[in-house]
């Protein structure tokens, strides 16, 4: 089951930024590119926690902004020679407006 | 023992190879009287088209300064123009001055470049490629916006030319008499991709093209009008047609001339007590325009000065072209002949193109372009005249594929034999480089110094960087091009020098000009290119906060919890009851955990949320606080002491003088962060001497010290200029910051930044020059009216919703 709720506009977010989508587990960093796809990921970087929201976004990889680990926005995995990886959730743009599925959020905690 | 008398006219690379290979083997038996027509000592000739097209400065090529003239006891006569002989007397006449007595004379004149006799030809804006003026005429010309330029020759020099002008920003079209271009050294095939190329790069390429007048106006060149009645308007043309050697003072003093000065083995003219080495020379026939044969020449004539008796023997040469992206490389006969065979690669996907040419199963000729990895290895083949019938299948594919372990990027290298040329410039060798290492050269620098591999042209840097990997194993680690990142291969020198020269004044542009691998850069290059472009655009340029590390983006400093901490400004670490109060306020409201003291006499408040920056910063604003940009690669604090104004032994009013530096100076970026302090008597009680600028009072006046450092290296200031008032201590401390804001590598402190370029090279333009220095300061003003206010205010503002979360989903799971 989906269950895609608004929770905002693309131009909210700046050309290669991110915003956060607070929820009851913790923030989800919402990514926008320089080619304007957007990414839903958990807003914590494995390494030591770092808000991966207040990164340098570059292509589709953001680079955490405490140690400068670099995630693929796509799969979440590290890049280069670190390893870790961040979950990822489905978001899409339609309109103009950015879509988060509600339901995969909420069944991070069971997960 | 009297110094024997060694007069040289002309300071050439020729001459000054010579010089250097005298004193190396004879440091005091000589005096040496250097004449120079041109106004200046030694510089690398063939370094100009780097210059020319903005990739380099002119300082980087010289190859002998003032120090070394000076070292060697060598007499500099530069811009002073030989005019007699005088061969019975043994003594030269210059064009200023009494006859000066020679004992041995060095003839190096050069060359003249030839200029095609068109009608028009002696019109203003008519050029030939040879020396620093041309080279200086043209950056002027191309500085002139939508400026057009029409070259003469398709030769190496020609297209070197055309190649900087069109980085440089011209409309350039090259007219070449022959049907491909660089048809001595090129194949048709080479020739056409080497065009492709240039066209590729909006470069006008017309093959066999005659021209036939030069039109002008107002005595001033217009246009090139060519025999088949084309019409190419021009602001500047270009003659780059080839040279010719300059015997006119070897001639009128009787020497044997021919095309060139004759000389025999040991580089001695018809006359015993002259030599002469260089372009002016001619050598059993031949004359020379490539680098190499001349450096060995000019080792030929130490030798012979030193009563050695050496000879010289012309080598095979090599061909390559500098211009950045356009690999090529040639040696040898490469004409077609029965007798021949050829062996040709082909990849049109990728531009490539490798040729060799075989003569009874030996390499005769190769003529590569697009990946020209492999040439040395075919080129010592060459010169050795080795039998290849063996590997013959194989051979286009490079030592890599010759027996096994293919594919290792060093295996190239590691095969090539120990005689194999590495640098052809300075006729380096394999050997020679792996002895230098094995002598304890373990670096690129040290490896130059000790040989002179890369040192000239700079093209087989890599090769070079290679040679000490295989040599040394994993000790070596072969620096990735110092490039700023894997974006891209340029330095951040380069690509300073590139925003400015090529006038990029967008992020977008300087990734389309200069190359860039990624689509839009990554975390190392953006913060860097967005402080290069705002710094030399200030207005024409718009600053990227995604571009910006976050905490210059969020104007705080973002700590290992993700909170925030905030520090108002305080000038000249001075602050009032009031602004205690407010900073105390703020701090029960936000329920700020940590309250410090700062090394820069100020107040940090740690542990602030995200979310609350605006409020808390909207609630400090109130009070008259403003950001302290305690977060910002830019101008951080002054630090003071109080000066006369309290203290018994101070000597200026410090205090009042540090208010001033931080009231003009905050809100500005820099490379990097940048600290003063200002002490109001040598006593020092603000630790001037180990900031980035530190002023010391003294009664006379007050000291500006630079390149102090207290982090991570320890450093004491130097002085940059003791100024007697306290105006001329703030235009000097603008003066100052503005040179670093403008040339110092991103993330390079000042001292970093001066031991690169240098003091003296930092006073010449802050203190010598006072036109510099009232540049630099309105240079420095404009880019304040701009980045000179409270980034707090303003997002307080006009962007506190962004600090906030986009949406908020927790009432949702709480269902």
Known sequence: MTNWIDIGALEDIPTRGARVVKTALGCVAIFRTGEDEVYALEDRCPHKGGPLSEGI??????????????????????????????????????????????????????? | MTKQKLVVIGAGMASGRALEQLFDADPDGWDVTLFNAEPRGNY????????????????????????????????????????????????????????????????????????????????????AYRDLEDTNTMIDAAAIPGSKAVVIGGGLLGLEAAAGLKL????????????????????????????KALVDRDINVMCSANSKEIKGEDGKVKALLLEDGTELPCDILVMAVGIRPNTALGQEAGLATGRGIHVDHHMVTSDEDILAVGECVEHNGAVFG?????????????????????????????????????????????????????IVF???????????????????????????????????????????????????????????????????VAALPADAEICGCNGVSKGDIVAAIEGGATDLAAVRA???????????????????????????????????????????????????????????????????????????????????????????????????????????????????????????GMTTPDELRAIADAADKYD????????????????????????????????????????????????????TNHCRFGTQDSTGLGIKLEQKLWGAWSPHKFKLAVSGCP?????????????????????????????????????????PTEQEAIDVTVAFYQLYREHAKYLDRPYKWIAKVGLDWVKERVIDDLDNRKALIERFELSQTVYQKDPWAEHAEERAETYQPLADLVPQAAE
Request: aromatic content about 6%; proline content about 4%.
């Open chain 2, 683 to 723: 006593r020092n009680c603000a630790e001037a001497t180990c900031k980035d600028l530190g002023v010391v009072c003294v009664d006379s006046g007050y000291q500006v010290g630079v390149g102090g450092a207290a982090g991570m290296d320890l450093r004491e200031t130097d002085l940059l200029a003791q100024v």
């Open chain 2, 346 to 412: 082909r990849d049109p996907a990728r531009g490539v193109y490798k040729r060799l040419i075989l003569k009874e199963n030996k390499i005769i000729g190769a003529v590569m372009y697009g990946d020209t990895a492999d040439s040395s290895w075919f080129f010592g083949l060459m010169k050795d005249e080795e039998d290849i019938s063996e590997m013959r299948e194989t051979l286009i594919f490079g030592p890599a594929y010759q027996g096994g372990d293919p594919l290792d990027p060093m295996a190239a």
């Open chain 2, 168 to 195: 440089r920003g011209m409309d350039v079209t090259v007219v070449h008499l022959m049907g491909h271009l660089m048809e001595r050294q090129l194949d048709e095939a080479a020739g056409y991709l080497l065009r």
């Open chain 2, 450 to 572: 000790t040989t002179k591999a890369s040192g000239s042209c700079g093209t087989c840097t890599g090769l070079v960087e290679q040679v000490l990997g295989v040599t040394l194993g994993d000790a070596f680690v072969i620096p990735a091009a110092q490039s700023i990142c894997g974006c891209t291969e340029h330095s951040h020198e380069d690509v300073r020098r590139l925003i400015k020269s090529q006038e990029l004044k967008s992020q977008a542009a300087v990734w389309q000009e200069l190359g860039w691998k990624s689509k839009d850069g990554c975390h190392v290059c953006r913060p860097a290119v967005n402080y290069y472009l705002l710094a030399d655009w200030p207005i024409q340029y718009q600053d990227d906060p995604q571009s910006r590390f976050i905490n210059e983006r969020k104007h705080a400093n973002i700590q290992k919890d993700g909170t925030f901490s905030v520090v108002p400004r305080m000038f000249g």
């Open chain 2, 290 to 342: 490539l680098v190499a044969p001349l450096y060995d020449q000019a080792k030929v004539v130490a030798q012979t000065l030193l009563g050695e008796k050496a000879h010289f023997v012309p080598k095979e040469v090599s061909t390559k072209l500098k211009v950045t992206g356009c690999d090529l490389f040639s040696a040898g006969d490469f004409a077609d002949g029965d007798d021949r065979e050829d």
């Open chain 2, 44 to 127: 690398n000739r063939i370094m100009l088209s780097p210059v020319l097209s903005g990739e380099k400065e002119f300082p980087e090529i010289v190859t002998h300064d003032d120090a070394w003239y000076e070292e060697h006891g060598v007499t500099c006569r530069f811009g002073e123009k030989i005019t007699k002989i005088d061969r019975d007397a043994k003594t030269v006449t210059g064009e200023s001055g009494a006859p000066l007595a020679y004992d041995k004379l060095l003839v190096a004149t050069g060359s003249n470049p030839f200029i095609i006799p068109l009608p028009g030809h002696d019109l203003d804006g008519v050029i």
């Open chain 2, 592 to 643: 700020v955990p940590t309250v410090h003291v700062t090394g820069g006499q100020r107040i940090d408040l740690l542990g602030v949320k995200g979310e609350d920056l605006p409020a808390i910063w909207a609630d400090l604003n109130k009070a008259g606080l403003v950001s302290g940009h305690a977060y910002s690669k830019g101008l951080r604090t002054v630090k003071t002491c109080v000066g």
């Open chain 1, 57 to 111: 976004v570059h292509g589709a990889s953001v680079t955490c902004p405490l140690h400068n680990w670099v995630f693929s926005l796509d799969t979440g995995l590290a890049q280069g020679a670190d390893e870790g990886s961040v979950p990822t959730y489905p978001a899409r743009v339609e309109q103009g407006r950015i879509l988060l599925d509600a339901a995969r959020l909420e069944r991070r905690s069971a997960a």
